[in-house]
């Protein structure tokens, strides 16, 4: 974690790009879901850093009213612990999962346990676990950190999510956006 981003890669891997997702987005799952394992792959390879931004603007829409904080507060607290690119990005898919994304207004989102549980998915430590099961918004508050980065999205021309920003343009994450990232 670095400030309100989690910086997941080499910092001077020849593709940077800004990303901004919501984790109650169905268009961020998709993203996720439809290009994540090459973005994976290449976080791996050294060829793309990522300065993930997330954000909680349809936060309102989730079952427990807090789910899109909470899944912040986790990812961080993943990234913390783990202090791992990879381990942090199988995060970030896992929560994105087509069986693990909760629906926006849907009946029922993910228990702190249950980020817990795909937290250790991931490979993150015992410690990280730990701390997202009991929920509290310390060393990392994901409502502030969103709030934070709401700010930025909606000064680019598209404010929607996901959203990736390539050389200060902004593209929308549903493009062929990986195509353009430099190698």
Known sequence: PT???LSIGDPAAPGQIDLY???LCPYSGKMIRDQGAEIGRRIETGELHINLRLVNFLEKYSASGTYDSRGIYAAFIVADHSKSSDVTWQFIEQIFSADQQPKE???TDLSND???GLADRAGAPPSAQDMI???LPIPFDGHAIAADNLPLLRALPDSGVPMVVIDGESV???SDWLDRVPR
Do not use: C, V
Request: no cysteine; aromatic share 0%; net charge negative.
């Open 3 to 5: 400030g309100d981003t």
């Open 21 to 23: 997702l919501d984790p």
């Open 105 to 107: 207004k849907g009946a």
């Open 114 to 116: 249950q980020l817990a």
């Open 133 to 135: 099961k009991l929920g």
């Open 172 to 174: 929308d994450g549903n």
